[in-house]
């Protein structure tokens, strides 16, 4: 592993983001810090996306963005900060790059192809998940506005509703931003059909 692969390892984006001063709901949601957000927009865990913005990234990514770091000072302060010990020095150190010059014309194809099938992956899964983020949005409202006041009240349909669902789509709207493509394949496999 690389120090990139081992830092991400050892912390989240989301201890990063706490430790630097982003307040984190218990959900995951919190205020973009990466343009004017009021309400929070950003979701956050192993990985961090602004559903206003467009911002994503892991933890090393984030503190590179936040203090205006290269990726390897941000990992050096990572490392410092979280005193994780991780050894720096001959594992960073750029490997050998071996220049392909045969079948160049084969190579690019085949990776606008891969490019090409990348994007609609992408899209669809950004797509659903704003959809599932507004219905994250809704279930936190139902929760207050149909909070019973009382034990002997019956609960409304809509708060035993978000209770029930909140935490599967915020799972759902994690795996969507930050899972692999295959994860996210079978998923709006499995869902598309219903
Ligand atoms: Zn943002």
Redesign the pocket.
């Given at each position: 592993m690389n120090i990139f692969q081992e830092v991400k390892a050892r912390v989240t984006a989301r201890q990063v983001a706490e430790r630097y001063g982003l307040k984190v709901s218990r959900n995951g949601m919190a205020c973009?810090p990466?343009?004017n957000?009021k309400h929070p927009?950003?979701k956050i865990d192993q990985n961090y996306y602004?559903f206003?913005?467009?911002?994503k990234g892991d933890a090393v990514n984030y503190v590179a963005v936040q203090f205006g770091l290269s990726q390897f000072e941000a990992a050096k302060k990572i490392n410092e900060d979280f005193s994780l010990g991780i050894s720096i020095g001959q594992s960073v150190v750029g490997k050998k790059q071996k220049p392909e010059v045969q079948d160049k014309e084969k190579i690019l194809t085949k990776e606008e192809r891969i490019q090409f099938v990348q994007k609609k992956i992408d899209k669809w899964a950004k797509d659903a998940a704003n959809v599932l983020l507004q219905y994250l949005r809704w279930m936190e409202f139902w929760k207050e506005f149909y909070k019973p006041e009382s034990t002997e009240e019956e609960w409304h349909p809509l708060f035993v509703e978000a209770l029930q669902n909140e935490s599967k789509i915020s799972y759902l709207v994690d795996m969507l931003m930050f899972g692999t493509d295959e994860e996210i394949l079978v998923f709006s496999e499995t869902e598309g059909r219903r």
């Open positions: 973009c990466f343009h957000d927009s950003m602004c206003a913005c467009g911002a």
